[in-house]
């Protein structure tokens, strides 16, 4: 009798453990953005201006344009923000990043290469119902910031993101032009 129920103990046991490490480990790969360690980019007729940076991209559904440099969704709690900057470098942008991994301590990061330029992307919590995409890219010339971010059962938003992320293109000169008219204040 006692062997029994020992054993009927331990099948109970083994199996709410199992299916607490199989609930973690789903958890824990939906951070994964499966970003290659090198994404070619090019300007192609689907991609919008990020009104005011000279960056490109493809627009997720769901994002209507609401102000200059953002997207986001009626509610504001998905939304797709990008600020870039010529002539404007960081001191050590992807050191600058590092210490925000540090700090943050994101579900998933990866440094890549977006073109020629150096890229680095965050995936993490930004409160207990959405997450949030950080990507910074760039070289000695000028450097780009996204930010977005998606309530956590918007897994096909999740997904539209990352491909609006990774359709990005620069292009430097249109950067330098913007850069230009915002310190003439057209871009308020």
């Known amino acids: ?9 331990n099948v109970c046991v083994l199996f709410i453990l199992s299916a607490v490490i199989s609930v973690c480990s789903v958890q824990a790969q939906s951070y994964d953005l499966k970003i290659p360690d090198t994404v070619r980019i090019e300007k192609n007729k689907g991609q919008k201006e990020v009104s005011g940076t000279g960056i490109f991209m493809t ?13 986001s969704s009626n ?33 998933y990061w990866k440094k890549f290469k977006l073109g020629n330029y150096d890229a680095i992307i965050i995936h993490t919590r930004e409160s207990t119902l959405t997450n949030r995409i950080f ?11 996204v930010k977005a971010g998606y309530r956590m059962n918007e897994k096909e938003l999740k997904t539209e993101i990352r ?10 000169a249109l950067i330098k032009k913007r850069g230009e008219e915002f310190d003439a204040g057209k871009w308020q």
């Open 163 to 172: 491909n609006a992320i990774l359709s990005i293109y620069a292009d430097k």
């Open 59 to 71: 627009v997720p559904n769901g994002l209507p344009k609401r102000k200059p440099m953002r997207w």
């Open 75 to 107: 509610d504001g709690k998905s939304y797709i923000s990008v600020v870039s900057f010529y002539d404007q470098p960081i001191s050590n942008p992807m050191g600058w990043t590092m210490d925000i991994i540090k700090k943050d301590r994101p579900k």
């Open 135 to 145: 990507l910074l890219f760039g070289d000695s010339k000028f450097w780009a910031q």
């Open 1 to 9: 009798m006692i062997m029994k129920t020992f054993k009927k103990t």
